[in-house]
């Protein structure tokens, strides 16, 4: 297969285009990790009448399984964690 010099251009203007890859842009992070990093938006969807286990259901929905128990424990450990 060959290639043409605008193909070969086109890619490399494309590559030269794309950030910095950080470290942390690919890290894992486990549930509890999660939740720490979620927080203060868990804090605001509760101030708005939102129950643990709807909550756990949009992460879950959005592709964070974490449990309604999970949540609630992660959540509570996160929280004491924040105040210290």
């Known amino acids: 297969m060959k290639f043409s010099d605008e193909?070969?251009?086109g890619v490399s203007t494309k590559l030269q285009l794309l950030p910095e890859l950080k470290e942390?842009?690919?890290q894992k992070y486990n549930g509890?990790?999660?939740i720490k990093l979620l927080l203060e938006d868990i804090i605001s969807l509760r101030?708005?009448?939102y129950t643990f286990r709807i909550?756990?259901?949009i992460l879950c929905e959005n592709g964070l399984k974490i449990t309604e128990n999970s949540?609630?424990?992660y959540f509570n450990l996160a929280k004491r964690g924040a105040k210290s």
């Open 7 to 9: 193909q070969i251009r």
């Open 24 to 26: 942390e842009q690919n």
């Open 55 to 57: 909550i756990s259901t």
């Open 32 to 34: 509890f990790e999660a």
């Open 71 to 73: 949540l609630k424990n």
């Open 47 to 49: 101030d708005r009448g």
